[in-house]
């Protein structure tokens, strides 16, 4: 019986105010993050200035939730004890579809997850708040890797 | 090859142990600091350079005056530097351009620290502990567990591969009475059987956490002339940063290391095949197995061949630390960092005792902080 992952007691974030449009997104099961208008190129995590040009024309816009697993771990003995109780649990690096990789918790599939799977976006309740976890979907996308 | 940039003359090194009780890291940083400038054979006042980690256990701030103080220092030059297990190998680097600009002659490099049975949980309030840590990925183990993983699906590399990195330092380390493991080695197959901390990671992968202390002196190879231990010359020196959090690491197979050791070797006029001792940042087996693709030494993913094919004791003919690296000695922190310089320097001074390599030339350091995202590379050469 897998546990419910709202119940535990995890680290939350520690949004600020720049940071507070993913995580209101979040709460509503959706991905938002930053474009920049002078590039051309989607940034994650928040910044107030592009990492590539520097610029300050960013703005938010709604990713598409699709992503590809750059890299995994099952985690068996968690480093915050708050996640002692889903041991072992699956962390991975995710592609977004728009370029930037962010780091998420990845929910089991129907078979054990392989670098290069194709992700989707499955807001989770984890620790009392909804995260922008990724599942991996069924069809293997031809696209080759990145 | 070409001109020396300085010279270290004097080293420090606190045997290394589990937990210090009521000791604060002031304190085991004069006992390490004494230690080098002794062995250097210089008056405490000769020393006009401190360069120091950051955070100094019970002392956040104004750290280089604290130490200074402490010591009884008046330094004309002071200063942090703050790189993770690179700290070390920056120190050097830094220490001899200071020099070189004519800020001070003689510079102490010093990194300890206390461990207690209970320590503090991070104060982090950084993008990693807003965008990692709820996802549950907290502390270093995962993501070099995702630096591993990496590996081995883009290049084929085995769990075995990785294994045969612990168990050579494990081995080294029965030659080193100081080293945790001493006494304790351990091979492919106990490396193999310990627990699965976060796949494809294996607990004995993982450096033991230790309480310690290292401290290296660098002066102007002119006055290391006149000083009573033979001279160990910086040659070369690269660094590079790229990141902090893994997710932003613009590779999972490849690092900064690669850059700064390049710089290192053309710096010094070398290359990666005529280094004589390996001393190399060890505070996983996938950071050893990158660090010796990055430098050249094997083509990209072929570091399981390498090591198979090559000695990596004292004897044989690719030395890779020889005092048991921090999987064999234990990691002392910051200070984990420094245990590959104090190492290369007791080789290229034919000080190593029973493990002495035979050629002691030329010595390959590097320093890795955070996940592959902090590097510093320097060449050091016998005088």
Known sequence: ?146 | MSRAKGAIVGIGELKPQRLTSGLTTLEMIAEVSRLAVLDAGLEPAAIDGLLVGPQVGETPQHVPATIAEYLGLAPTMANVVDLGGASGAGMVWRAAAAIEAGMCDAVLCVLANNREEVAPRSPNRNPIREFDVPFGASGANISYALLMQAHMAEYGSTARDFALIAAAARANAQLNPDAIFYGKPADVEAVLASPMIASPLHLLEIVMPVAGGEAVVVTSTERARSLRKPPVHLLGAGEKVTHRAVSQAPSLTSGPLKSAMARAFQQSGTRADEMDLLSLYDCYTIMVATTIEDAGLCAPGAFGAWLNDHDLSHKGAKPLNTHGGQLGFGQPDLAGGMTHIVEAVRQLRGEAGERQIGKAGLALVTGNGATMSEATALVLGAA
Not at chain 1, 42 to 59: D, E, G, N, Q, T
Not at chain 1, 80 to 89: F, T, V
């Open chain 1, 1 to 146: 019986m897998p546990i419910d992952l709202n119940t535990l007691k995890t680290a939350g974030p520690t949004i600020t105010a720049l940071t507070r449009p993913f995580w209101d997104a979040a709460t509503d099961g959706r991905l938002t993050i930053q474009h920049c208008e002078e590039c051309g190129r989607a940034i994650f995590y928040p910044r107030p200035i592009c990492p590539h040009c520097w610029s300050k024309r960013l703005v938010w816009k709604d990713a598409s939730g699709r992503g590809r697993l750059k890299s995994f771990s099952e985690v068996h003995k968690p480093g915050h004890p708050g996640w002692l109780p889903a041991a072992p649990y699956v962390v991975g690096l995710v592609e977004l579809a728009e370029g930037p990789t962010m780091l998420s918790f990845i929910l089991p599939g129907t078979r054990p997850q392989q670098i290069g799977d194709m992700l989707l976006l499955a807001p989770t309740a984890i620790g009392g708040r909804v995260l922008p976890a990724f599942i991996p979907v069924e069809s293997r996308a031809e696209e080759k890797p990145q």
